[in-house]
């Protein structure tokens, strides 16, 4: 602890020494104090692996012991160069769960478990992406899962080291099969920290190949009853990991009972990011989704994903692309639903601007008993609401009114054009200038027809290069003198 990188150097050879000395005291200091050295200035140890192999194969534990932690930390910064150490370390390991070590070092009945976690540990890096090496380990790995299971705590956390391990080196089917049954004595425990490590080994065999851990979903989804609040949240991570397109529907429904306004902020946060990702990846209609993200919308408030919006909005626009008439069905479901959502009170911002969007581009496709006029209405009542956090919201609110009325027959009537009129005066430039177009294009209904056309939100735009409506204000300002447009290719430099 006193020794700084200058000084390494003077000390390193007696230190050398010491890895040599009769008593397995010194030598398990030496290994230690050389470790240090290591973290402190690799440059002044060259050679050190020499001293670490012979420490590896000491005839004292402890001494091992010690040499195992330092391969486990240099192993971590390029595992390659360590996979000739794995038969060495599998044959360590074998000597350990066969009782080979004097006795003082068993645990309740289990031999060494702290070393046996540290070799298990070193074997994970070493074996990760390693298929020859791997298979060196699968027996060795078999052997120490099933003989830790021995009902003890301790014996308990060799199993999850093991199976943490198995999750890691190149995948191998009757070992993750194993590694998922072994899992399963952790979630169905009482024990709430038993209960907590087997969501997460389970977390991590999910990782591998989602079928291993298919058969436990419903003692995992039990696992969200628990009193304890991280191994809640641990569960619904696991579950999102668990999802397929086959569960998603009881899946997002669990969540959401979890995503309440009593929920602190970054759960609420968290779920609705779950939620929305799991029902654009796995939802089984687009009505189904529909009413999925309108929920989170509603419940998670502004915490929603702004992303998730715009691929809604994207998805009513764009429809599927393979079905019209599905897709004239999912446009009026939606305008059908949002219209039923917007007579609510208190709705979230992003909730607001998704609905009078689809609103807005969709109105002609109202039930028969609703009219242009009442939704124009609605629409009124939510641009006077008081509660909106985002400036934007009654941007929208307006836009939407604008497309509305370009649907009504007879004109605007005098209640509209009073309110939007004073909105025009309102400090938000951007709210302004939309009120403006509306008043502007209420006096011209033909122009409003025709630049706000029925479900046009995805034509293209032909738009004329020459741009010839500026030629009058181009030959004014010629005849005023001006000099003429120049393309920047023909323009002299300054």
Known sequence: RLIGPETIPAVVG????????????????????????????????????????????????????????????????????????????????KQVIEHRLPREFDYHRTPAPWVQIRLLKLLAILGKANQKGSEEMYEVLKDVMKRADVGTSIGFGVMYECVRTITRIYPHAALLEEAAASTSRFITSDNHNLRYIGVDALSAIVTVNPKYAAEHQMVVIDCLEDGDETLRRKTLDLLYKMTTPVNVEMVVARMMVYLTPQADEYQRRDIAHKVSSLAEKFAPSNGWFITTMNDVFERAGNLSDRDAAHNLMRLVAEGTGEDEAADAELRTFAVRSYLGLMEKPNLPDLLVQVGVWVVGEYGHLLHPQQTPESVQELLCSLLERQNYQDPATRCFVVTAMTKVQALIEGGVSD????????????????????????????????????????????????????????????????????????????????
């Open 14 to 93: 007696q230190v050398r020494e010491c890895c040599g000395h009769s008593s397995e005291h010194v030598r398990k200091k030496a290994v230690m104090a050389l470790h240090r050295f290591l973290q402190k200035a690799p440059e002044t140890v060259p050679d050190h692996m020499e001293y670490f192999r012979r420490a590896l194969c000491d005839r004292d534990p402890s001494v091992m012991s010690s040499a195992i932690c330092v391969l486990h930390d240099i192993a971590r910064k390029h595992p390659p160069s360590y996979h000739n150490m794995i038969p060495s370390l599998v044959s360590i390991i």
């Open 415 to 494: 209640k509209v054009l009073s309110l939007v009129k004073r909105y025009a005066r309102s400090l938000d430039y951007r709210v302004q200038q939309r009120c403006l177009d509306f008043i502007s294009l209420c006096q011209h209904s033909a122009t409003m027809r025709q630049v706000l056309p029925v479900d046009a939100s995805c034509e293209d735009i032909s738009v004329d290069p020459s741009l010839p409506s500026l030629s009058p204000l181009s030959r004014q300002h010629l005849h005023r003198g001006g000099s003429p447009y120049l393309p920047p290719s023909q323009r002299r430099p300054n």
